[in-house]
């Protein structure tokens, strides 16, 4: 089993930025993929970005890219999510997610989530 602690999450006004993390325990975190995915208000979840066991090839939705960044720290066990230029669109409760394969879309494992606000 993998635990996932998500944390960083808060209001924050239009342009400005916050940094998610994700804490994981239970599981040698250099051999899991994860991801960063959110939900807003009445809609479905989506993905927001992946990264690679050793921390090669991040991926980014399109909607965040050039203002989302996703990175780990394989030393502490953490992934991270750095969030800039926020939009009132990026209002959701953050989630993070690992696997123990090669895989950017299926996940096994799902923290309990992080509520970013961003105000107008």
């Known amino acids: 089993q993998v635990q996932l602690v998500e944390s960083g999450g808060g209001l924050v006004q239009a342009g400005g930025s916050l940094r998610l993390s994700c804490a994981a325990s239970?599981?040698?975190?250099?051999?899991?993929?994860m991801g960063w995915f959110r939900q807003a208000p009445g809609k479905e979840r989506e993905f927001v970005a992946a990264?690679?066991?050793?921390?090669?090839?991040?991926y980014s939705a399109e909607s965040v890219k050039g203002r989302f960044t996703i990175s780990r720290d394989n030393a502490k066990n953490t992934v991270y999510l750095q969030m800039n230029s926020l939009k009132p669109e990026d209002t959701a409760v953050y989630y993070c997610?690992?696997?123990?394969?090669?895989?950017?879309?299926?996940?096994?494992?799902w923290g309990q989530g992080t509520q970013v606000t961003v105000s107008s």
């Open positions: 997610a690992a696997n123990s394969r090669v895989d950017y879309v299926n996940y096994d494992y």
């Open positions: 239970g599981r040698t975190f250099s051999r899991l993929t």
């Open positions: 990264i690679s066991r050793r921390g090669g090839f991040p």
